[in-house]
């Protein structure tokens, strides 16, 4: 049997980068682009990764294979990056499908090992095989079309089509043209969206930042919500208000039937506490650091996830003991931290 196989690297949906440049009204340059002006936009977006492996060009026929060998399928598949849950929907339904990992759980970036392996579990009982720590080699395909990937052991995984997620890499090159303190690629800002220039700010995707849940680090989050709140924190800072960010980061993916939902930043927990039985596909796990609450993820449960969101939010917190009891609403359950 064939196998329709997904290298998964990054579970989030990336979004746009802002920066503002408050130049002073002289002459500047940055990637041949001169401006003479008080106040600049600069924007980028994060490019997808590179997939770093030989005959990775094969990979863009894919498309064109699934539609002519999977005729079930109604109208014409478009592999789009925006339609990539879609196609892996359909997918599913038509065709036996495997998940190559390449690390040692699922969504290890996002979630607890009890999550991990809960998707795995539920991925397989739809039909899904799950290999985990499987590094990807190469791809085999006889001319322009991919019949397979090999494995670094050498195994053959045969495959009608390869759906390939590697996510997004954050590129600061023009912002180390001007000076800017930069870090892997991330633009280091403060808690106003100020750059080491504070005439310039930034927001989004390819900014590492400090965050009140972060337990002192500093962070990039990949996600819609951060780049649309951080933007405004970085608007404030270019009118000459001060308002730090603190905005609850929340995150979500859709998978199947089943609908995961993160608040809060897990960074650093000593300990979590699962709330009702993954067994029945309606759960939470919430995250706690030296006993206080600071983050969840929810499968198929809303209202834990509102509870919490909102929680984080207003600064209160959950009593670990008393979170697991499922027969009280959990909302009941938040205190002032």
């Known amino acids: 049997m064939k196998l329709s196989s997904r290298l998964r690297f990054n579970p989030f949906p990336a979004s746009a980068f802002l920066a503002l440049l408050l130049a002073s009204p002289t002459t500047w340059s940055a990637e041949k682009i001169r401006f003479k002006t008080s106040a600049v936009p600069l924007a980028s977006s994060e490019p997808t990764g590179l997939l770093k492996v030989p005959q990775s060009k094969k990979s863009s026929s894919e498309v ?3 539609t002519e060998k999977k005729q079930t399928l109604e109208g014409e598949v478009r592999y789009t990056k925006a339609k990539l849950d879609n196609v892996q929907k359909q997918l599913a339904m038509q065709t036996a499908a495997g998940n190559l990992e390449a690390a040692d759980r699922l969504i290890a970036r996002a979630v607890s090992t009890e999550t991990s392996e809960f998707f795995r579990q539920a991925h397989e009982r739809r039909g899904t095989s799950v290999r985990l720590g499987a590094q990807l080699s190469h791809f ?3 001319g322009d079309h991919v019949t397979g990937v090999q494995l670094a052991d050498g195994e053959v995984i045969p495959a009608d089509i390869v759906l390939v997620g590697i996510g997004v890499i954050a590129r600061g090159e023009l912002a180390e043209q001007l000076g800017l303190e930069v870090i892997n690629g991330a633009i280091v800002v403060d808690e106003f969206a100020r750059t080491s220039d504070h005439r310039v700010v930034a927001a989004g995707d390819a900014v590492l930042l400090p965050h009140p849940l972060g337990g002192g680090t500093q962070v990039r989050l990949e996600s819609v919500q951060n780049a649309v709140d951080q933007s405004r924190i970085a608007a404030a800072s270019l009118m000459g ?15 199947a039937d089943l609908k995961l939902q993160i608040a809060g930043l897990s960074t650093g927990y000593d300990q979590t506490v ?10 939470s796990v919430l995250y706690y650091r030296a006993g206080r609450l600071i983050a969840i993820d929810t499968v198929n449960d809303a209202p834990d996830y509102m509870a919490v969101r909102r929680a984080l939010g207003d600064g209160q917190t959950i009593d670990p ?4 009891d499922t027969s009280v609403k959990l909302k009941t359950l938040v205190i002032d931290a």
């Open 241 to 255: 208000k001060s308002e730090p960010y603190h905005a609850v980061p929340w995150f979500w993916s859709d998978q």
């Open 64 to 66: 064109e294979d699934f």
């Open 274 to 283: 699962v709330r009702g039985n993954p067994d029945d596909e309606k759960f």
């Open 321 to 324: 003991v008393t979170a697991a």
């Open 140 to 142: 085999v395909g006889e």
